[in-house]
């Protein structure tokens, strides 16, 4: 029995849901290689890291005619990670330039209105789980900016933060308030008020 994963689209990271469930040690993480390993001697093709799996990387066979045609599927995908990052930032995928380190932060800060998104995850779950920015920033000025850091206990010592992922809102280089916690899809409309209340 086999399990197959479209490694274009998983960020193949040790926190692989289907690792932590698959029940006979089939799927598992090579830290030597630092990535995914499939033993599918292990696999009983039982599903369950093909349901766990929240943006369909892992796929599995019941036969070798469905392994075939799974992995055909999986060739012609023409889907990269950076199409993920699109779908959820806009136009252009997610680049350097919104990724800065903490370090770069206030140089950053201009009188401009920025959001800084602080997460400590940078896995396809915190992207996954995160509301896209474009739709949080479409009524904002159109110089806003918007970053993200992955943060230490230094920062979130520095800024009081509680629970993360958050949402760090300057202007005038002054901390005017922030968001924390993940906000999905159906409390979109939550958040922005949220943050209409602590820029207006
Ligand atoms: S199908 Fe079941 S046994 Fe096979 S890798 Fe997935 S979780 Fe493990």
Redesign the pocket.
Same mark, same amino acid.
């Given at each position: 029995?086999s +399990?197959l994963i479209n490694f274009k689209i998983c960020d193949n990271a040790p926190e692989c849901g /289907?690792i932590a $469930? !698959?029940?006979?040690g089939?799927?598992s993480w090579d830290e030597e290689n630092e990535t995914i390993k499939i033993d599918n001697d292990k !696999? $009983? #093709? !039982? /599903? #369950? !890291?093909?349901r766990e799996c929240p943006i369909g990387a892992i796929r +599995?066979a019941q036969t070798d005619e469905e392994y075939a045609k799974l992995q055909k599927e999986i060739d012609d995908d023409p889907r990269t990670t950076k199409d993920l990052f699109v779908d959820r930032y806009g136009a252009v995928p997610l680049s350097e330039f919104f990724m800065i380190e903490e370090n770069e932060l206030d140089g950053k800060l201009t009188e401009s209105l920025t959001l800084v998104e602080c997460y400590e995850d940078d896995s396809i779950q915190c992207l996954l789980s995160s509301i896209p920015i474009k739709e949080i920033t479409s009524n904002m000025p159109s110089d806003t900016k918007f970053y993200k850091i992955s943060i230490s206990d230094d920062t979130k010592t520095k800024y009081d933060i509680k629970e993360l992922p958050t949402l760090l809102i300057f202007r005038n280089k002054e901390l005017l308030g922030k968001v924390e916690g993940v906000y999905s899809n159906e409390q979109k409309e939550e958040l922005i008020s949220k943050i209409k209340e602590i820029i207006e």
């Open positions: 029995m +399990v /289907g $469930i !698959c029940p006979t089939a799927l !696999c $009983i #093709s !039982c /599903g #369950s !890291c093909e +599995v």
